[in-house]
């Protein structure tokens, strides 16, 4: 029984760990996204 318990508390943490790393990337893709939005309104802002 112990085994089984410690295992769904490691797919729990693995899951954790792995949400905790797609918001904190979400943030830097959302900067990349904007900025490329940026570069292109400037370019064409150019003509």
Known sequence: MT???Q???EYALV???VTAAV???STYVFRS???TQQT???EFQKE
């Open 7 to 9: 295992s769904l508390l």
């Open 23 to 25: 918001i904190a990337m």
């Open 33 to 35: 996204v904007q900025a």
């Open 40 to 42: 292109i309104q400037t």
């Open 15 to 17: 899951a954790a760990v």
């Open 3 to 5: 085994q089984k318990g």
